[in-house]
Structure formats: C-alpha cells, structure tokens
C-alpha cells in the first residue's frame, strides 16, 4: 500500500498526490554494511549543527557528517550579520515586537521570547571563541536592517559574517575529542525501528560507500532549500534533504509554503545569483527602477527597509510594470573606501563584473533564500519521532512564523543547536554500541519503467518552481505542477540510483510537491506566500499552522 500525504490542518486538496511511494530510497543489508556508532549524530555542518555537536560533546560522543566539506553551508554564505539586543539603545521589547510583526500573526510568542532573550549570551560567546566580529570601542558594532526598529545586527569582517563564525566554530569543534567529523557523507534515511524510533542513518560515504552510523540521538542540522529554485541565493548543497528525509521517516513537517525570498542578488545574464546584503539598504542604499525611479514608497511607509516578502513583491511588480528583467540598487552616494571596507565581499565581486559603485548601478532582482518552513519542533528541538531532533533552517521552530525577521536565521541556529544539543546529550541513557540494534532487510523491486535523466529533471523541476511557485501563486499553476511533479515522480521515485545525484534529484521532487500542496492549501495571502487568487489575509481560516505528515 503506498502513502500518501495527510494534511494536519486545513483543507485536503481535491487531488492529493503521491508524494513518496517507499520508505528508504536504497536497498539496506545492516549485516553486511559498514557500521560507526555514536551517542550524538548531528546531519549537517551549519551553525546549528556546529553548536548543537559542542553541547552534546559536553557529555557523550557526537559526529558530525556533512554532504561536502564544513566550509560549504548556507551558514558560511551569510553576509549580513546575526541579530541581537547588544546596545543600550535596544530592548528586548523591541525586537520581539519586529519579530511578530514580520511573522505576520503566526509566530510562537513563546519562542521569539525564549530566542531573543537568549542571543546576547550565546554572542558574547562566540566572541570568546574567537569569532572575529566587528567592533567599536571595543564593543560589537550595530547596524540596520530592514524590520527592525533599531540597530542590532552583529557583523564580521563587513560582509564575511557567515564565513568568519564557521571559522571560529570549525576551529571550537576541532578542539574537542568528543567530536568527530565525516565530510563528503550523504545522509540518504533516518532509521526506525519498530516502535518508530530513531536509532540512526544509513548512508554514503565518498571514499568507504554506503555506511549505517548507529545513534542514541540523532540531530537534523541540514540546512534549507534554496536550490528547488532556478534563481537562489544557497550554495548547491541546499536541495532539501533533510525535509525529505525527515518525510520518509514519518516526521510532522510544517509550513513549506513559506519560502522566503530575498529582495536582492546581482543580477547579469549567464552568472550565477550572488547575495547583496540586506545591509547596504540599511545603510542608505535605495532601489530604483530601470527608469531611474525610486519606487520603494509607492508600496510601503518603510520603503527600502520594509520586510523582505514586501520588497520582493514590490521589485516583480515594478519589473512587470515597467518590463524589466530587474531593478538597480543605488550606492552611488557611498564612499568607494568606506564600501570597499565595510563590504569587501561584495565590492569584489562587483569589481568581477567591471560594476564601478562610484558611477554605476547595481542589477539586482529577488532570489530564493530562505526555508520559513520544515520539520515541526517543540521548545525543545523534540520532533515527534522519539530520539530525533531538529534544529537551524531545517526546523520550523515557530520563530520566524509566515515571514523571516532579518539576521534571525543566524540567532535561531545558535540558540536552538545549544538547546538541541543539550537535550539529547541529557537523554542519552546508554551509548549508541550497547544498544540492541535490529536487523534491517530492506528490498526495493525492480521497475521496469523508462529511467529518466536526473540533471534533465532537476532544471526543469527547478525553473517550473521558480514559475509556478515562486514569489506569487495561484490555484491553476499550483495545480498544474503537483501534476508534472507527479509524472516525473512516476519515472524517478520508482529507481535506485547509486549516487548523490540522485538522491537529491529524488528529495527535490519529493519536497518540491510538498510545497505546492502547502501552497495549494493555504488559500491567503500572509507573509512571503502571496497567493494572486486570494490576495487577502484571512485570519478566520488560516491564522495557524499547515502540517504534512506521511502515513505510516
């Protein structure tokens, strides 16, 4: 009997459609596999799962596995900065109160509390660790982002933010003989056994192939998703694993058709999409159309510094309106030291394409960013599968609610990785090599069905969301691709495939369909979903959460 998606709250789509027909994507043989065992697996080397292994190691062994290297995450990609209360000029207050207003009604109230009062702490940490932020008079230095109603995000080397705090947490992880690090290891499955636990992962190691690694506790720290779309901001490793991962394992995934997207990366044909921090309009940059407009307050009182989902729409909009395939960011007025200084990052990528800031404008248009959405977690990173976690972008912790406050992501990833960490290092009763593990026999048929090319999938799979369930949707094309989703599911979820390739091609369909459903359901408009056919807020039926979870 295949599975099929149950929709937790809200309506059920006429046409649910099959989302994932097995349970594990490979053949398992535990007797002949290669096993590891552990008190801690921690899936991903971002700062959530950085600082969920630190805690952890505080009282059990922990490894750490990441898909590529530890320098290669959504986390070490960050330009911006982390946010936080770190002047006195700021409240608490304050920045819970962006917090809700940007999450747009659906926050939990309990979270954004717990979160913000945590994050002067865990940054003052990281200061001692070594991570290199930027300071004035001997203090982390401040500045604006859009949303917030004051200064308060912390930044590093300028715009190097996400890079200089993975060096600092690579450099904390390596001190620590608790920890053990296997880069280039593709987690394919969550393990369960009868009782529907977790106790562990099979998956792929590049140099020893495939692998079980046994867990006491298991911490998702996968990361997002940015990669589903044709135009992202996320490096190649965001395709949505753990989302699948977690799906197949039978986890209570929430709010996926919340994708944020951020309001402006470089823009030039032929390139690959490059953040432009938040930052530069924060420090004074405005956006003007391909007219030498400035529009911004045409849309919202905050102009350059409304939400993201505000600005994303507004910039479609005024490229639709005046047909144009982007906008232009104007820092003509900055000091060319000052920017080359405070944005090194960006200056030299800018300088790459001949982009002088002194005489010219910068291209720019929106580009997928950030997964709002994932697994559903307590305060406690609890998902409902007993011994598995969740923390950082994969988590849907009720933060961040319809719409991502700014340099939350960072903070979110600190705070709850410690809590993660500690929680499943404390229910540890029994290292990982004294449990009794079951036999796992696991025998996937034969399909005899025409195999489709997985790199001919994934683009086209890749431009029809970034078409269809992008920044604006509506019934007809949400419809339309959980259809062409589905017959590429028939040619491709049916295969074995023997490689990460694959695998992800399979994930990103999986979540991929997900998505549209969750889009296709909620029939409003809040935060970054922003539906053409129902472009109210309707908090009579939708003021609350959308769970998927797999039937078992």
């Known amino acids: 009997m295949t599975s099929q998606p149950e929709f937790k709250q809200g309506p059920k789509p006429q046409d649910s ?81 962006d917090t809700l207003n940007t999450g747009c009604g659906i926050c939990d109230e309990g979270i954004v509390d717990s979160v913000i009062r945590q994050g002067p702490e865990l940054i003052e940490q990281l200061l001692d660790w070594g991570t ?24 590093a080397h300028g715009d190097e933010t996400g890079r200089i705090i993975t060096e600092a947490l690579i450099k904390k992880v390596g001190q620590n003989s608790n920890i053990r690090i296997l880069e280039n290891f593709y ?22 192939g495939p692998q079980i690694i046994w867990a006491a506790n298991t911490i998702l720290a996968t990361g997002g998703a940015g990669r589903l779309y044709r135009e992202t901001t996320n490096p190649e490793v965001a395709t949505g694993d753990g989302i699948a991962i977690a799906y197949r394992a039978g986890v209570v995934l929430q709010d996926l058709e919340f994708m944020q997207f951020h309001p402006t990366t470089l823009y030039i044909a032929g390139a ?48 639709r309106k005046t047909e144009s395939t982007h906008v232009y960011l104007d820092v003509r007025h900055f000091d060319k030291a000052y920017f080359a200084k405070r944005f090194p990052q960006i200056n030299e990528l800018l300088e790459s394409f001949d982009i002088d800031i002194g005489h010219d404008l910068i291209p720019v248009r929106p580009s997928a960013h950030y997964m709002i959405g994932g697994v559903k977690t307590d305060s406690l990173a609890k998902t ?27 903070l979110e990833g600190l705070v709850f990785g410690k809590i993660a960490g500690k929680i499943a290092s404390q229910s540890t009763k029994a290292g990982a090599a004294h449990l009794k593990h079951p ?24 431009a029809l969301m970034w078409r269809n369930v992008g920044i604006t949707r509506k019934a007809q094309l949400l419809t339309e691709t959980q259809e062409i989703i589905s017959f590429w599911q028939r040619y491709v979820m049916d295969k074995i495939f023997d490689s990460p390739e694959g695998w ?28 053409r056919d129902f472009p109210h807020t309707d908090d009579e039926h939708f003021k609350k959460h959308i769970e998927i979870s797999r039937r078992l």
């Not at 036999?439 to 890749?462: G, M």
């Open 384 to 410: 409902n599968i007993e011994n598995l976690y969740a923390c950082g972008e994969i988590a849907s912790t009720g933060l961040h609610g319809a719409n991502r406050l700014g340099s939350n992501s960072l």
């Open 504 to 531: 992800e091609c399979q994930n990103m369909l999986t979540v991929c369909l997900l998505m549209a459903q969750s889009a296709y359901v909620r029939q409003e408009s809040r935060g970054v979903h922003f539906r």
């Open 132 to 155: 290199e932020f930027d300071l004035i008079d001997g203090h982390i230095a401040t500045t604006l982002e859009g949303g917030h109603s004051c200064p308060r995000v912390a930044h």
């Open 17 to 97: 459609v099959l989302a994932e027909p097995r349970r594990y994507l490979v053949n398992i043989d535990s007797i002949s596999t290669h096993q590891l065992f552990t008190d801690c697996l921690v899936i991903g080397a971002g700062i959530a799962g950085f600082r969920a292994a630190i805690e952890a190691a505080e009282h059990c062994n922990v490894i750490i596995v990441c898909k590529d290297t530890v320098k290669n995450s959504n986390t070490a990609k960050a330009q911006g900065g982390i946010a936080s209360v770190l002047n006195k000029t700021d409240t608490f207050e304050s920045h819970i109160t």
């Open 272 to 319: 690959t999409r490059a953040l432009i921090t938040e930052t530069l309009r924060g420090e004074g940059a405005v956006l003007l159309d391909n007219k030498g407009r400035r529009f911004m307050k045409e849309y919202h009182e905050a102009a350059e510094l409304a939400p993201r989902d505000i600005v994303s729409r507004a910039i479609l909009t005024q490229m």
């Open 439 to 462: 036999l796992i026999k696991y025998q996937i048929p034969h399909s005899d069905r025409t195999r489709l090319d997985a790199a001919d999938v994934r683009n086209s799979l890749r």
């Open 187 to 208: 987690a394919i499955d969550l393990l369960t056994n009868d009782d529907n636990k977790c106790i562990g992962i099979v998956g792929h190691d590049n140099h020893r």
